[in-house]
Structures are given as structure tokens and as C-alpha cells.
């Protein structure tokens, strides 16, 4: 690739926000046809790079120089650099729910005929552009009806309809499964061969070392290098040593277990959809965690992990149809989310965002929002109590702000999970259903939650960890149990996981039940 | 951050919706001023100043309830209707089983609580949107109101019209002051001072360092001078007038409103629904519960204000609320709560609602008509709200900055996109 022309060059880029260099003196080269990663921690200016890039930030509101196919372009706007045939996918995907593949593919690009949708040719070439993405669906099937792997799919088949040349994709395998995961990477290097230049942006270093044929490191808001993946022969642990700027010696603090008795136990739990009431969320699932064990729930996007979860957390998921709950050896009765926090669960939930937090909230309001009582007398909140629990969290935890008093939405994704973690720590819980606890979060944000984890099992609670990372919950978990359509496939202890075994027990229902 | 935000923080909080506060405050001290010196000093006079509080009481008394509403995400556009209900049900039972006043108060409030049931069981357990039970209710009170009365007027007997006409009475020596409204005043003031105290000390428990002795002090004496010249002149009207009854039950609601709203679990609840509800729910929040009680406190609220309408203006209509709802929804939304739900404060809405108020008096002072009334409220709705739009999408408000800009070379760019960077760490803070 070191000899293919240049397709984009971004010189001495430098952002300034008032009070904060976002960028400086940034530097980018992405070759024709190459797939060219972005790496770097929460922060380091990797989206606000992508924003100069695509005309959010437009020109003139920084600094430097984009050189694209040769000539220096000054975007005004995203439409500007679409025109030139550079596409961004954003994390978020930007598609309406109740249109059809079709509509969403050329949505504000309809193909026309004397002002009127040429409907023919848009379906015909909607049919081109998905077989294109390996998308098999019908191009009438509204968005809502699929899973978001194919939404995905239809972004970048959006992005084909816009011809594109330089097709950024930010985080795009963030919320999709190993299988959807493993397609779309695939359909990259597709898309390599077909001499189409993309930029990734991940935190899933193994799929950057994976795919990219170079990887640009940003750390701070500077260029730390650039390598060349086959030539420097280049591994996770190299691309995080580049990130942070020091040699990670395991990505999971040292930790040993200790743990004790079943405490809490579920019993042939079985739950129906909420609204398809033929179909099974749950189905006679059991399980028990020990004190002091961390506990994984291993299992494909949509096997039912977090319904059942929930479920369990207080009927806050579906509808419940049998079951036992038993913990400290009597049978408990919870049918509301209150019940659940009363009897010492807590369930943090897996997107922070639209269901964790109220993003209006400072971060002394979230984190007593779960236990008021705490700091209440007769229904009376104490100011100053509250006060002082929020900021014993927020040195405990090391949450990035200088007061309980900020805003959560001012803090990055780790330090707003950490906020969620500490408003589930004051409930004084014994056990804590984490989803997806590190979903979006930094490498070193990472390792403290772990860490943080690893303190909530030692004071004697249990944990169960839901992940879609094989590695995290290998790494984290003492026990790990795979799911498979609502029902548990697997009980595997620390010492025979593996990502092989775990995958197996994952895609199907007739591996034994107890291995 | 420049002195100057320093400043506005520790005299007025350092959040968007104190600072939006601020900012409708200082708003309405210049529209008081306008007019005082459009009106050659009518405005503030004492019986300008009475008639008022008794005149927009009930649309304040409306706000609260509103505001509550608002925040859980809601809306109530039935509140004139159930005003008009309850005002013609206790007008009514006066006069046929001549039902002692107070027992009649009783009774409304009573029979709101019902309506609220009524209306809140439809949006709590149900889940009809708001907008929906209530403009239904809009239409089913109305009509109840004119089966009830026969679309009649019906009067009400004296001791009744106190809650809507009544003044504190004349006690103790002879001051050529009202005595009873000069020691509220007074109470008002020590409550003012005593509160201040107990923020410092809570600041101080907190371990954060209190605001300089001058900015406290500061704190204080403007609301101080504030309530020293309204009480002089509320005590120094005609004799026979004083601080009117409606004022007073305003002034403890809104007291102990605020106090639910700020200090107690149940207020949180309904901002934390109104926030995120599906957060809030699983945090623990009894979601409907907390939906039921917000609609059911309006239609008890509305009812209140229905009776003293009908006391004040001596006899329930057919005609009475008409557009009540809409005022007292201006009065929440130029106070500063957000249209998605979860921000807002009572104080906020009641100083919204005192902006409607005043222009609406100082219009009609200048004799402008009623026409050319609603064209400029109608603008200082849409104003004040795309104000505060514009603000939010530029980053924080600041007035006293946006005042001092042009006093200032140092800084070349404002306040306003410092944020900005801040709250565009907070929207992608997963792909940074």
C-alpha cells in the first residue's frame, strides 16, 4: 500500500475550542484503496478530525490544510464533502425508523423524473446497491423490522447510493454481534478489492489489527504515528501502546476470587415478549451466583441476555410467566423495579443514554436517583447528605469532574458509566447485573471499571457481567453462562472458557447443558 | 471562566435554567419600569399594585400546577374548563342547599380531586396522551358547566368572595398603614434573610467554600428593598385595601410548591419522568403514580382557581376560564421549562407568569386594545421561547455577559462557544 497515490492528506490540522486544543498539528495521509484505521482514546480528537474532515467544522474554523485527490478542498458543509464523494456513517445511524430500506437508501437523493420519484429505478437500483453490501432483505421491509447489523448494511448501501470514494466509518461495529460484526469487516475488505479507500474508527483493536492496512494513532489531540500494519508487523498490545503512551501490562488488574456461598438463585425463569405473545424471551432459564463471583452472560445480540435480565430486575422487561427467585435460601417475590432495589438488586443498564441516565441531571442527582430514602427524612431530601454520598463516589471512583454539580452530559462515556456504577453502588446492593458495563469506553477507562468490579465482588457481592466482548468476560469472569434464544446453553467455569467453546455454546441449544 | 460568570454564578447559581431565571427576572424589572414611566407612575401604584395580584392570582395559582405538568412531560389544556366545572358546582350548592362557604370550598376542592382521578387515571394507567384526555376534558367540563347552570349566571353569597375579593382586615393602632400586611411584610423579610443564612451554612456543611460575606449580603438586600417598597405600598392603599386574600394563598402555594418541587422525593420523581421516564422507572419510580398525582394536583389546583374567580367577580358563568390554560402554559414556558419535559421551576413560571401579567395591565393602563394585547403577548411567547432555543443550541446563557460584551476587547470570542465545546464532548463523548 506504501506506494499507492495519496487520496487524502490533512495537513498540521489544528481545532481549537475555546479553552480546549482539540486538535493540534494533526496529520493524516490515507492512501488510494487502503483501509485506514484511527485509533485513540476517548478524547484524543478522532471525531472532531473526522468533523473537520466531512465539513462539520467547516472551513475556516480551523486551521491546516485537506488535500483530497490531489487539490486542497475547503468544505463549507457536510453536503460539500458528500459532493466530493466523501461519506461518513456515524455510530448513530441516521435512518428513519418507519420508511422502507428504499426510502432510507436515497433519502434527500431520490432519483427523479420531472420532480417525481422515479420509484422503478430506485427500487432497481436500491436491489443493486444491497447486493452490493451482501444485504438480503426485502427493499420494501421497513427499517424498524431489522436488526440493526443489516441497518448498518443499509448506511453504507446509502453511502454507495451517493457515490462514494472515501467511505468513513465511525465505530461501526460497536453494536453489532461477532456474526454482523465479521460481515460487515468482510464487506470492507470487499470494498478494498473493488479499490474503495475507508476510514475506521475503533475501540476493537483486534479488528483494527485485523483489517487495516494502516492505523494512524492520536493521542491528546496530536499525531502520535502512523503505522503500516504488514510491514511493522503490527499487534493489539503495539496500536494500546501507542494509545496510551506506555506498555499495559495485562488489560485486566490482577485479581484473586473469593468466593463463597449460593446466595441467589433463578429458577426455571420463563417470560413472553411483551407484545408478540407467542414468543418466549425466556425460557426455564436457572442460574445462581455465589457471593463474591462474577458472574458472564455469554451470548449472540438479540439470545435474550438483557430481557432476561431485566425481567428478573423487577418485571421491568416482558411479561413474566414462571419462575423462582431464592436468594439467601428464601423465595422472593419481586414484581416491581422498587421491589428489586428493596431487596438488594441492581441492574445497570446496557445503553447509559437512553435508559441509564436522565442526561438532564447533575451528578449528584444521579447518583442518589435509585435510593432517595438514602438521604431523605420523611420524604425530605438533605441537601447536604446527598451531597456528600455523591462526592465520596466521585473520589472513589475517579470521576473526571471537578464537582458533583456538573452536568452528566459534560462527561465522556466512561466517567458518565462510572456516575451510572456509583448510582447503583449506593443502593447497597448484593448483586449487580452489569450490561454491557465497558460498551463504548476507553482502554483505560476500561480497566478501572474492571477494577471496580473486581471491589464490588471482593466486599462479598455477587456480579453477573452481560457482554457482547468474548475476551472481556474470559478475562473478568469467574464463571461464565451462555445464552441462546432465552434459554442457557452453558455453565462454563474460568478455567475451560474459551472464545472457541463459548461461540459454540452461544449458536445452539443442543450442546449439554452442563459441560 | 471570566469574573463576570463567576459572578452571576454565586449571586444566582451557576445552572442554564438559574441563569434563563435571571434573565426573565431582569426582564420583568424592565418591563415594570417601562410602563411606570409609560403610565406617568400608575403602574406601581397602590391600587394598580392590588388590583394586579387579585386579577392574575388565579392564572399564577394555574402555573403552578402547570409547571408540575410540564415537567413530568405532560400538558393540561383543561384546567379553564374544570375552573369554569368547579365554579359553577360550589356556586350552584350555595344556592340551593345554602351550604356554609367554607364546607363549599371543601367541596370543590373535592370535587377536583375527582376530575383529576378522573384525568390522570386516563394518562397514568391507560396511557392516552395528556394532550388527548385533557383537550377531551376541555370539551366534557365546559359542557358540564352549562348543563350544570343552564349556561345561567349564578351568584354567590358574601362570605364566599372573600377568597377572591377579600383584603387583610384593619387591626391595631392606627399607622395610616394596613398593620397586618406591614407584618407580613416583615415575615416575608426575616424569611428572606434566614433563608439566605441556611444556604450558607448548608454550602459550608458541604465543604464548599461559601460565597463571599458581600455577595450574600447582596442576595438579600435587593429582595429586601423589593419587599419593603411592596409592602408600603400594599399597606398604604385606600383604606379598606391591603394585601388581597388571593395573594396570600398564591404566596403559601407557591412556598410549599417550591419546597415539594426542590426538597422533597416526590418532586424529584417528577422531574426525573420527566427527564427520562424509562430511566426513572427503572430507578425505582413509581411512573404512574407520579403521572396520576400530577394530573390529579391541577384539576385541584384549577379548582382552587375556579373559586376565586367566582369569588372575585361574585357569580360563576358560563363564560369563566376561557383560555385560562393557555395562559398559564405562556406563564410555564416563558418562566423557562423545556417543551420536552424534565427543567422548569415554580419561581420561573410564577415570574413568566408576572411578565404576562404586568404587560397585560400596562397595556391596558395605556389603553391599548385588546386586539393589539394579543398580538404582543403572542410575540413575547414566541420570543422569550426562541430566545431560549437559540441559547441552548449555542451553549449556555449568560445575560450579564451578553450585557458586558461590548465592554470588553479582551476576550475575542464570547462565553457562548466555550460550552459549545463542552457539550460536544458530552454528545460523542464514546468516539472522541
Not at chain 1, 428 to 456: F, N, S, W
Amino acid at each position: 500500500m506504501r506506494d499507492a497515490p495519496v487520496l487524502l492528506e490533512m495537513r498540521a490540522i489544528t481545532k481549537e475550542f475555546p479553552g480546549v486544543k482539540a486538535l493540534s498539528d494533526v496529520n493524516l495521509v490515507v492512501r488510494q484503496g487502503e483501509i485506514h484505521a484511527i485509533a485513540g482514546e476517548n478524547g484524543a480528537g478522532k471525531s472532531t478530525l473526522m468533523k473537520v474532515l466531512s465539513g462539520v467544522h467547516p472551513y475556516g474554523s480551523y486551521t491546516g490544510q485537506i488535500l483530497y485527490e490531489g487539490t486542497e478542498s475547503r468544505f463549507a458543509d457536510i453536503r460539500a464533502s458528500e459532493h466530493a464523494g466523501i461519506v461518513i456513517i456515524h455510530q448513530e445511524l441516521a435512518l428513519v425508523p418507519g420508511l422502507s430500506i428504499t426510502e432510507n437508501i436515497f433519502l434527500g437523493n431520490e432519483p427523479r423524473r420531472g420532480g417525481v420519484i422515479d420509484w422503478k429505478t430506485a427500487n432497481r437500483r436500491a436491489l443493486e446497491l444491497m447486493a452490493l453490501v451482501g444485504l438480503e432483505e426485502d427493499p420494501d421491509t421497513l427499517i424498524k423490522d431489522i436488526g440493526v447489523g443489516k441497518q448498518q448494511l443499509v448506511e453504507i448501501a446509502k453511502a454507495f447510493a451517493k457515490n462514494v470514494k472515501l467511505l468513513i466509518l465511525d465505530e461501526p461495529t460497536a453494536a453489532l454481534n461477532e456474526t454482523d460484526s465479521r460481515h460487515l469487516l468482510d464487506l470492507l475488505r470487499d470494498f478494498r478489492q473493488r479499490g474503495i479507500t475507508s476510514i475506521i474508527i475503533s475501540h476493537k483493536l483486534n479488528e483494527i489489527a485485523e483489517i487495516a492496512d494502516a492505523i494512524t494513532i492520536l493521542r491528546d489531540g496530536h499525531t502520535i504515528e502512523t503505522l503500516d500494519v504488514k510491514a511493522d508487523g503490527v499487534d493489539e498490545d503495539r496500536i494500546v501502546r501507542g494509545m496510551v503512551g506506555r506498555e499495559l501490562h495485562s488489560r485486566f488488574p490482577d485479581h484473586t476470587p473469593d468466593i463463597g456461598e449460593v446466595f441467589f438463585e433463578v429458577r426455571d425463569w420463563t417470560v413472553r415478549h411483551p407484545v408478540a405473545s407467542d414468543r418466549l424471551v425466556a425460557k426455564n432459564a436457572s442460574f445462581t451466583v455465589r457471593r463474591g463471583e462474577i458472574v458472564g452472560f455469554a451470548g449472540l445480540m438479540g439470545a435474550g441476555r438483557t430481557e432476561l435480565a431485566m425481567s428478573v430486575f423487577g418485571r421491568s422487561y416482558g411479561v413474566y410467566v414462571s419462575g423462582q427467585i431464592i436468594k439467601d435460601g428464601r423465595e422472593i417475590v419481586i414484581k416491581s423495579v422498587s421491589d428489586a432495589i428493596e431487596h438488594g438488586l441492581a441492574y445497570v443498564s446496557e445503553d447509559r443514554k437512553s435508559i441509564g441516565l436522565n442526561l438532564l441531571d447533575d451528578i449528584k442527582t444521579s447518583v442518589v436517583a435509585a435510593k432517595l430514602s438514602k438521604i431523605t427524612k420523611r420524604g425530605v431530601i438533605d441537601h447536604v447528605r446527598e451531597h456528600q454520598a455523591a462526592e465520596s463516589y466521585r473520589s472513589s471512583l475517579r470521576v473526571k469532574a471537578p464537582t458533583v454539580d456538573e452536568p452528566v452530559t459534560t462527561l465522556s462515556g466512561g466517567n458518565q458509566q462510572k456516575v451510572v456504577l456509583a448510582k447503583w453502588m449506593f443502593t447497597d446492593p448484593d448483586l449487580l447485573i452489569l450490561d454491557e458495563p465497558t460498551r463504548g469506553i476507553d482502554v483505560g477507562a476500561k480497566y478501572e471499571i474492571y477494577g471496580i468490579i473486581q471491589r464490588l465482588a471482593d466486599q462479598g457481592k455477587g456480579v453477573i457481567v452481560i457482554s457482547s466482548e468474548l475476551p472481556e468476560l474470559i478475562g473478568l469472569c469467574d464463571r461464565i453462562y451462555t445464552v441462546f434464544e432465552g434459554t442457557i446453553t452453558g455453565d462454563i467455569p474460568r478455567r475451560d472458557a474459551d472464545p472457541e467453546l463459548l461461540l459454540k455454546q452461544m449458536t445452539s441449544v443442543k450442546k449439554a447443558q452442563r459441560s | 471562566m471570566s469574573r463576570v460568570k463567576e459572578l452571576q454564578k454565586s449571586l444566582f447559581g451557576g445552572n442554564t435554567s438559574n441563569a434563563r431565571q435571571f434573565g426573565m427576572i431582569f426582564t420583568l424589572v424592565a418591563i415594570v419600569l417601562l410602563f411606570e414611566i409609560l403610565t406617568g407612575g400608575l403602574t406601581l401604584n397602590p391600587g394598580n399594585l392590588i388590583s394586579l395580584v387579585s386579577q392574575y392570582s388565579y392564572i399564577l395559582l394555574l402555573a403552578i400546577g402547570m409547571l408540575m405538568v410540564i415537567v413530568a412531560g405532560h400538558i393540561d389544556l383543561s384546567v379553564g374548563s374544570v375552573a369554569a366545572f368547579v365554579g359553577i358546582v360550589v356556586a350552584q350548592v350555595m344556592q340551593d342547599y345554602a351550604v356554609p362557604w367554607f364546607l363549599a370550598v371543601l367541596i370543590g376542592l373535592a370535587v377536583g380531586a375527582v376530575i383529576g382521578a378522573w384525568q390522570g387515571f386516563w394518562v397514568a394507567y391507560v396511557g392516552v396522551p395528556a394532550f388527548i384526555v385533557t383537550l377531551a376534558g376541555m370539551m366534557l367540563f365546559r359542557g358540564g358547566n352549562q348543563f350544570i347552570g343552564n349556561a345561567n349566571t349564578i351568584p354567590v353569597p358574601e362570605g364566599f368572595r372573600v377568597i377572591g375579593s377579600g383584603f387583610l382586615p384593619e387591626v391595631g393602632p392606627d399607622t395610616g398603614y394596613n398593620n397586618l400586611t406591614l407584618l407580613l411584610g416583615l415575615v416575608v423579610c426575616v424569611a428572606v434573610v434566614v433563608r439566605e443564612w441556611r444556604g450558607r451554612r448548608t454550602r459550608r456543611e458541604m465543604g464548599a467554600d461559601a460565597a463571599p460575606m458581600w455577595i450574600s449580603v447582596i442576595r438579600v438586600a435587593v429582595p429586601l428593598a423589593v419587599i419593603v417598597f411592596a409592602t408600603l405600598q400594599f399597606a398604604g392603599g385606600r383604606v379598606g385595601t391591603s394585601f388581597p386574600v388571593s395573594g396570600i394563598i398564591l404566596g403559601v402555594l407557591v412556598v410549599i410548591y417550591s419546597f415539594i418541587t426542590r426538597n422533597t422525593a416526590g418532586g424529584r420523581h417528577i422531574y426525573a419522568v420527566g427527564g427520562n421516564a424509562r430511566a426513572a422507572e427503572l430507578s425505582g419510580v413509581k411512573l404512574k403514580r407520579v403521572n396520576f398525582m400530577v394530573m390529579m394536583n391541577m384539576s385541584v389546583l384549577a379548582a382552587l382557581a375556579g373559586m376565586i374567580f367566582v369569588a372575585r367577580s361574585a357569580a360563576s358563568g358560563p363564560q369563566d376560564g376561557i383560555g385560562w390554560e393557555l395562559d398559564a402554559i405562556a406563564a410555564v414556558f416563558i418562566g423557562g421549562a423545556a417543551v420536552s419535559g424534565g427543567l422548569g421551576t415554580i419561581s420561573g413560571s410564577i415570574v413568566g407568569g408576572l411578565v404576562m401579567a404586568v404587560l397585560n395591565n400596562g397595556l391596558q393602563l395605556l389603553g391599548v386594545g385588546s386586539d393589539r394585547v394579543q398580538i404582543i403577548k403572542g410575540l413575547v411567547l414566541l420570543l422569550a421561547v426562541a430566545f431560549d432555543v437559540y441559547n441552548k443550541k449555542q451553549g449556555r446563557f449568560s445575560v450579564i455577559d451578553s450585557l458586558m460584551r461590548p465592554f470588553r476587547r479582551d476576550t475575542p470570542t464570547g462565553p457562548a462557544s466555550s460550552s459549545e465545546a463542552g457539550q460536544e464532548r458530552g454528545k460523542s463523548p464514546v468516539a472522541g
